[in-house]
Each structure stands twice: as structure tokens, then as C-alpha cells.
């Protein structure tokens, strides 16, 4: 499955950005989709996962209360409203996707290790 994340930019403190993973996998809605995030010089982050039938949703302490998940699955999309940015969020954000299509519709999954496919990443930079 290949994944691709876009939407990031250079935003200042306290604006909003909506990241959003595509795939041309006609499968898309069989995926659970989640959102990481990694800082220079620091471990990948657990930012944001949706299910498969996108009505379960789940956050980290991170974004939590200032981001959005949310899956089109008739438009293969996910996607991820971050509010209220700090300069502490800029990050390289990407999307990815366990390889086991097997989870319930409800489940989520929220450690890297469960996620198999990985976008290319896209760039937040907020600025103070």
C-alpha cells in the first residue's frame, strides 16, 4: 500500500493545518490509518488512528484536544486537523497503515510497530 501525506507548510503559532493521506488503493477502507510525528533528534510519536469504518478514533497526549481525525473511505482519505499549533509540533508528520487487513472495524492501533506501510512524510513547521 503506498501512502501519501501532504498538507504541511510553515504555520504560526496558534494556526491550523489539515494533513491528508491518500492512497490509490482501491482496499483503503480494509486499513486502519494513524498519523505519527517525529521531531528532529527525537522517536517517532503517536499523534492520531482512526478504524477501518473511521468511527473509532483515538489520540495522543500530544494533539490531544487540538486535532481531528477523520476517513473518507469513498475518497481514500484521511485526514488530520491539528488547532491551536505550537512551535513544540513542528515535526515531519506521516501516515501508515498496519499490513494485517484483519482488525475489527472498530479497532485502533496506536504503537509503530503495529503500522507495516509508511508515507513519505510531510513537513510542519510552526513558528513563534
Known amino acids: 500500500v503506498q501512502l501519501q501525506a501532504s498538507g504541511g507548510g510553515l504555520v504560526q503559532a496558534g494556526g491550523s493545518v489539515r494533513l491528508s493521506c491518500t492512497t490509490s488503493?482501491?482496499?483503503?477502507?480494509?486499513?486502519?490509518i494513524g498519523w505519527f510525528r517525529q521531531a528532529a533528534g527525537k522517536e517517532r510519536e503517536f499523534v492520531a488512528a482512526v478504524s477501518r469504518s473511521g468511527h473509532a478514533k483515538y489520540y495522543g497526549d500530544s494533539m490531544k484536544g487540538r486535532s481531528t481525525i477523520s476517513r473518507d473511505n469513498a475518497e481514500n482519505t484521511v485526514s488530520l486537523q491539528m488547532n491551536s499549533l505550537k512551535p513544540e509540533d513542528t515535526a515531519v508528520y506521516y501516515c501508515a497503515a498496519p499490513r494485517d487487513t484483519d482488525w475489527g472495524p472498530d479497532v485502533i492501533a496506536t504503537a509503530a510497530r503495529d503500522y507495516d506501510y509508511w508515507g513519505q512524510g510531510t513537513l510542519v513547521t510552526v513558528s513563534s
Open positions: 488503493e482501491r482496499t483503503f477502507s480494509r486499513y486502519i
